[in-house]
């Protein structure tokens, strides 16, 4: 039973961010903005809520710095998405060519900076982060120690992320014509909607959250940021189209995809994998061999948003 | 009016790249100036200078650097013709850049002066294999090739990885062993011409794969299906274009270009040789830049890989000064994010140009659309993504 509690807990350090990071692809392609940009706005989030951990550490520890920091990353995520909102949306522009600018841009920002401050592109922080058991909720039989124990205040973030994005995006008026505005913007135009800003929302939003799913990759997994998260985003993005744009099959899709991580990387901890004789190698090819049989089945019918990746231009029809 | 459109057409997108790299450059100086004024202004000049500092050797440093990125570039470029994202030029790059070591390690039963060509080919044939994945994923189960990429560069790392430790493993260094002399490029002279070791027949090889692609892509109906395939994959079909074959074949060529590319920069004779570590290829992602910056033009690609690379040595150079080389990542990204500007001026300069010789003849919608009209044939494959709706990211 301790190891069904150890993968629990070991696949949501994995699918945490994935979740997140996704949802937030979500929110920008459904308002019909690609954001291929979501691996750089999670680094710069990353590099701004680290560098707030790095810098307040001192004066401050626990739940409160990483509140704040996740608020930081949250800001900074926003701010850097605004690039790629407005190239796509005001100019026009192809939306893989800004998205890949952001890509290249946040890394070589983040190290640059961190090395011109520091001399050295690793940012340190000390985890006072950890969870060991949530009380009372910790001691819940079964249910504690999947959810309650060894974890992460960006866990229940994550998922409070997810249910707030199921809610706005099925159920509110703002949720409605951010769909419209993905689906047939012309449409939305006609009865009022300001398109433009709708995809100024979706594209914000997206930003918030890739900036907060980077710190909340970066927080758990280790004790130095370097620049890099490990080319998430763009698993995000795999997690956003295996979801199929839904947000229930979104947080399938990165549980799926975080089960199969947690299988790679900590077989050595499940006693039942340790003995097979099989390469380390293989474990880690397994999340994505499985994600490509998986989708090879299921991508028949693909739910795309309809004018995903087309700018809007109000004279055309 | 037609060819003077066109000749329009040609002056507008250079000077709507010039004002792109002009503002990537002013970007890059502004940086410079902030993290440290006083030796700002020589950096920078540096930068500028690039391959041109060091005499011959600075410019072989530049063709050295700009093979791979030019080979990715040409991979991308390639794809997006056929309104693919071959976002995993990386994984293809790096299994052409593994098979090739292998042939030029374990292979010494072919013929000397034939080797290095047979590990060339092995490592196009490898980069082929892993870009059709994605590619007959897409054609027969509709998969986003994006995804598949995506996958597929994190497969073939492992794999790769696996593969050298199995068979090529140098384990005291963690990498590949040095492959056999007579894998190593020939130097034909070229690192007496430039006094390095680092210049190879390779550069031709490229030369020659940026003739064919734009034979492909200009001069053949293969390649004119392969763009039509791109702009709009519902018609084509309809014309009686086998669009599966079509994608397949352009994402199995797109791959054996990123391979070739791993292939001549593993055999370049530099001393460059795999890690075993869990990082993508970093090349496959250069030549996303490549191909945007070339508009997806084998010309254009090309000339933009040398300027890259240009750049990266001058990045190189401003260690000297303490400055930190990823600088010049910062720079590229700006120019790549100022060619989204550089539509807009392309659109005002070819309303403002094309206006006289509309309104002899026709309304006023006119102008809007040419040069909309315009951007859709300059954008090239890029554009033509948006043309159909099946492969959306």
Redesign the interface.
Known sequence: MSTVYFIAQQTMYFAIPLLVVALGGMFA?RSGV?N?ALEGIMIVGAFFGIGFINIYQNTMTGQGLLILAVLVAALSGALFSL?HAF??IN????Q???G??????A???A??TA??LQGVQQIQFMDTFYIRSVPILGDIPILGPILFKNAYITTYIGLFIALISWFVINHTRFGLRLRACGEHPQAADSVGINVYRIRYAGVIISGILAGIGGLTFVVPTSTNFNATVA?YG??A??VL??GQWRTNKVFAAAFFFGIMKTFASAYSGIPFLKGLPI?N??Y??IP??A??IV???S??N?Q???A???PYDK?SR | MRTKLFQYEGITSFLSSLSAIAAGLLVGLIILLVSNSQDAFPAFVMILKGGFEDGSRGLAQVIYFAIPIIMTGLSVGFAFKTGLFNIGASGQFKMGAFVAIYIGIKWSFVPEEIHWLVALLGAMVAGAVWGSVPGILNAFFNVNVVITSIMMNYIGMYLVNMAIVKTVYDSLKNQTKPVLKSAVLPKAGMDKLFNTSNVSIGIFIVIIAVIAIYIILHKTTFGYELKACGSNREASRYAGINEKKSIILSMVIAGALSGLGGGLLYLSGSGKYIHVLDELAPEGFSGISVALLGMSHPIGIFLAGLFIAHLEVGGFNIQLYNFVPEIIDMIISVIIYCGAFALLFKQIISRFVTKPVIDTDTSGIEPAMISQANDTSDMGGAEDKRGHGEDKI
């Open positions: 392609e690609v291929i690039f190239a796509s100019l026009k522009a192809d893989t060519i800004s890949t600018a952001l890509n290249m841009f890394p070589a920002f190290i640059y090395r011109m080319g763009f698993l993005l795999a189209i295996f390469s190698e293989v880690k090819m994505y061999i994600t490509l989708l090879t089945f991508s028949k693909s795309a948003p309809r995903e990746g087309i004279g």
